[in-house]
């Protein structure tokens, strides 16, 4: 498999992906460690840090966004931009030093329209879920 960094454009500190594992035309799954160094902790909350939802939502895509450059979906040429989250529920907190699994199901895949599903667990404890759509097109000159 390619390093994220082949994957995807996203670079610290907006780099929500550490490995893939399990790419297949059906699913992706990816990890993220959470460090207690990621920037947001330091205002959301600094008494009580936890991972904000949007930032979950974020690490799906990316994790998504990832299998589907190493299945050779997408160009090398090409961005995919969130156009769509819907179905987004939040279960269980994400702490600093959390290990994160994330389990994504491919729902539609196209040169122009990546549609997906998943789902966020530490542990075995789901934390997350949501379904989203991204827009993909070529990288501006």
């Known amino acids: 498999m390619k ?40 205002g959301h909350f600094p008494q009580y840090p936890v991972v904000p939802g949007v930032i979950l939502i974020e690490s799906m895509a990316q994790v998504g966004g ?23 529920k939040f279960r269980r907190q994400v702490r600093p030093e959390d290990l994160v699994r994330f389990e994504i199901t491919n729902l539609r895949l196209s040169a122009k329209m990546i549609r997906q599903s998943g789902k966020v667990y530490v542990g075995e404890e789901l934390a997350c879920e949501a379904e989203w759509m991204c827009i993909v097109g070529p990288v501006p000159a």
């Open 66 to 88: 990832a299998g589907v450059r190493e299945l050779g979906v997408l160009s090398d040429d090409s961005l995919f931009f969130l156009a769509a989250i819907e179905k987004a």
């Open 3 to 42: 390093p994220i960094d082949q994957l995807i454009p996203h670079r610290k500190p907006f780099l929500f992906v550490d490995r893939l594992e399990n790419v297949t035309q059906e699913s992706v799954r990816g990890w993220h460690l959470y460090s207690k160094e990621e920037y947001f902790f330091a």
